[in-house]
Nanobody, 126 residues
């Protein structure tokens, strides 16, 4: 079964940057769409960004547009989320997830995603 592993989280000051990675050791992600989600304490999990299997479609939540960039490197079997101009409200546990049909819906619905990683913590604080 596909297993996803996130990395790259940590503590960063407001205005700083982090790059999250999502990998699937032993599996090819070529045909999967990948989504990034986050969940802050006491809040529901929300979609942050997604990228289709062909990279032709990329969508972002309004709260991160212009600050976050999603990309994929199929040769490295890895999907990235570059986060810049980070704000304290970006603090959350970030998860990547894979969608079997390869599509990336504009609303980034959790229900579309079949496989989930364990998450990586991002803390934005001075």
């Amino acid at each position: 079964q596909l297993q996803l592993v996130e990395s790259g989280g940590g503590l960063v000051q407001p205005g700083g940057s982090l790059r999250l990675s999502c990998a699937a050791p032993g599996f090819s992600l070529d045909y999967y769409a990948i989504g990034w989600f986050r969940q802050a304490p006491g809040k529901e999990r929300e979609g942050v960004s997604c990228i289709s299997s062909s990279s032709s479609s990329r969508n972002y939540a309004d709260s991160v547009k212009g600050r976050f960039t999603i990309s994929r490197d199929n040769a490295k079997n890895t999907v990235y989320l570059q986060m810049s101009s980070l704000k304290p409200e970006d603090t959350a546990n970030y998860y990547c997830a894979a969608e079997r049909l390869g599509g990336c819906a504009r609303s980034i619905p959790m229900a579309d995603y079949d496989y989930w990683g364990q998450g990586t913590q991002v803390t934005v604080s001075s």
